[in-house]
């Protein structure tokens, strides 16, 4: 059983610019939930993609933006780049959005906004 | 607003020295209390989940209580490899984002 997995592991950009992060999930799970994880902060919930829908949504802009594929991948799109955009961008997939009692989270991209 | 705040930021422990962090949260209706364990360049892992009142879990030396304001992670007689950063997180019942609301986390150190 393959886990979530991340890609890339590190990213350096430009305010100002685009990035698009990507995520697997493990096996078997419908649901994939996107967090951001500034230094020295727990997460924060971005969004949450079941069955390619947007199905919730934290207190982010919407030049964050995302897609589930019916492989269940997903991506986090985020456009004109800020500074406080730098962060650990952690992607977690569950069985079912009914309950998220065990999420797997994988280990993060982490993105850094010059 | 769901708030979670946790105790001690950082706690450094001996090797087999008993402690315990805390979890405080208000939540309009609580749907789930978590728990995970951070280690540096990881993603978190999960560790337990509780759903109400008077609930407790174990998993080897951590115990996971809940109150209606607070929940507590028991650690006993800790080893080194315990060293972790310990997140607390709610989820609300009823309407809006599904998604959990973390704490800060605690950085725990067990020295050998």
């Known amino acids: 059983e393959t886990g979530v997995t991340q890609s890339p592991t590190h990213l350096i950009k430009t305010r100002g610019q685009q990035v698009t992060l990507r995520c697997s999930s493990q096996?078997?799970?419908?649901?994939v939930s996107w967090y951001q994880q500034a230094l020295g902060q727990g997460p924060q919930f971005i969004f949450q993609?079941?069955?390619?829908?947007?199905?919730g949504r934290g207190n982010f802009p919407p030049r964050f933006s995302g897609l589930q594929f019916p492989n269940y991948s997903s991506e986090l799109n985020v456009n004109a780049l800020e500074l406080d955009d730098s962060a650990l961008y952690l992607c977690?997939?569950?069985?079912?959005?009914?309950?998220?009692?065990?999420?797997?989270f994988g280990s993060g991209t982490q993105l850094s906004v010059l | 607003e769901d708030q979670v705040t946790q105790s001690p930021e950082a706690l450094r422990l001996q090797e087999g020295e008993s402690s315990s962090l805390n979890c405080s949260y208000t939540?309009?209706?609580?749907?789930?209390l978590f728990w995970y364990r951070q280690d540096p360049g990881k993603g978190p892992e999960f560790l337990f989940t509780l759903y109400s009142a008077g609930e407790e879990k174990e998993k080897e030396r951590l115990k996971a209580t809940l109150t209606k304001k607070e929940s507590f992670l028991h650690i006993t007689a800790p080893k080194p490899e315990d060293s972790a950063t310990y997140l607390c997180?709610?989820?609300?019942?009823?309407?809006?984002?599904?998604?959990?609301?973390f704490g800060k986390g605690t950085h725990l150190i067990i020295q050998p």
């Open positions: 977690a997939s569950s069985v079912n959005r009914a309950v998220n009692e065990k999420l797997f």
């Open positions: 993609y079941y069955r390619e829908e947007e199905n």
């Open positions: 997180a709610v989820q609300a019942s009823g309407g809006g984002a599904d998604g959990l609301t």
């Open positions: 096996s078997g799970h419908n649901t």
């Open positions: 939540v309009s209706g609580l749907r789930g």
